[in-house]
T-cell receptor, first 109, second 116 residues
Framework: RKEVEQDPGPFNVPEGATVAFNCTYS??????FFWYRQDCRKEPKLLMS???SGNEDGRFTAQLNRASQYISLLIRDSKLSDSATYLC??????????FGDGTTLTVKP | GAVVSQHPSWVICKSGTSVKIECRSL??????MFWYRQFPKQSLMLMAT?????????EQGVEKDKFLINHASLTLSTLTVTSAHPEDSSFYIC????????????FGPGTRLTVL
């Protein structure tokens, strides 16, 4: 079993749709959680950190469920520019992180 | 804040030559730098983790004599691909942590290496 698992997708949604991604992690000692986005042939960029209380940044909402060991990312009112691969990242707090393989999102007009 | 640069952004070289890639944290001191490789349509693969002034820790299966990492300062790490071969052609990306926390990584723009 992988340490961090994501549904690879692809998710194909129309503009304006709401889409949710889930990510599960295997190590219960994990301390820090992040979502990154990676555009084709570009580097990953930090989208948001994920906290137990949940956090929101505009159209993006991230949730952490420690009991079930999963993280979610909700994107509301999808834009064409949201098309990318979304990477779930989990860290034990030692500075080394484990990346999921990513979930590909395509938003269509 | 948290800007990481990489140089060069792309390089084409002949088989057998060595290529050096620089990774710099421009506006913060990076306690740790990471080197990744990514093949087309595949996920990021961590190659090694390096801390300033100490030897890099390589992931299993990554040849330390082929991929030389030097982390001379808190803002600079270099990766040298020695005696490059066509199968080394890939997208090499560095990241640095230490601006917000040791766990938050900021990535450089990557270096696309093509070995002929």
């Amino acid at each position: 079993r992988k340490e961090v698992e994501q549904d690879p997708g692809p998710f194909n949604v129309p503009e304006g749709a709401t889409v949710a991604f889930n990510c599960t992690y295997s190590n219960s000692a994990s301390q820090s959680f992040f979502w990154y986005r990676q555009d084709c042939r570009k580097e990953p960029k930090l989208l948001m950190s994920v906290y137990s209380s949940g956090n929101e940044d505009g159209r993006f909402t991230a949730q952490l469920n420690r009991a079930s060991q999963y993280i979610s990312l909700l994107i509301r009112d999808s834009k064409l520019s949201d098309s990318a691969t979304y990477l779930c990242v989990v860290s034990l707090g030692s500075g080394k992180s484990t990346f999921g393989d990513g979930t590909t999102l395509t938003v269509k007009p | 804040g948290a800007v990481v640069s990489q140089h060069p952004s792309w390089v084409i070289c002949k088989s057998g030559t060595s290529v050096k890639i620089e990774c710099r944290s421009l506006d913060f001191q990076a306690t740790t730098m990471f080197w990744y490789r990514q093949f087309p349509k595949q996920s990021l693969m961590l190659m090694a983790t390096s801390n300033e002034g100490s030897k890099a820790t390589y992931e299993q299966g990554v040849e330390k004599d082929k991929f030389l990492i030097n982390h001379a300062s808190l803002t600079l790490s270099t990766l040298t691909v020695t005696s490059a071969h066509p199968e080394d052609s890939s997208f090499y990306i560095c990241s640095a942590s230490g601006w917000v926390s040791t766990d938050t990584q900021y990535f450089g723009p990557g270096t696309r290496l093509t070995v002929l």
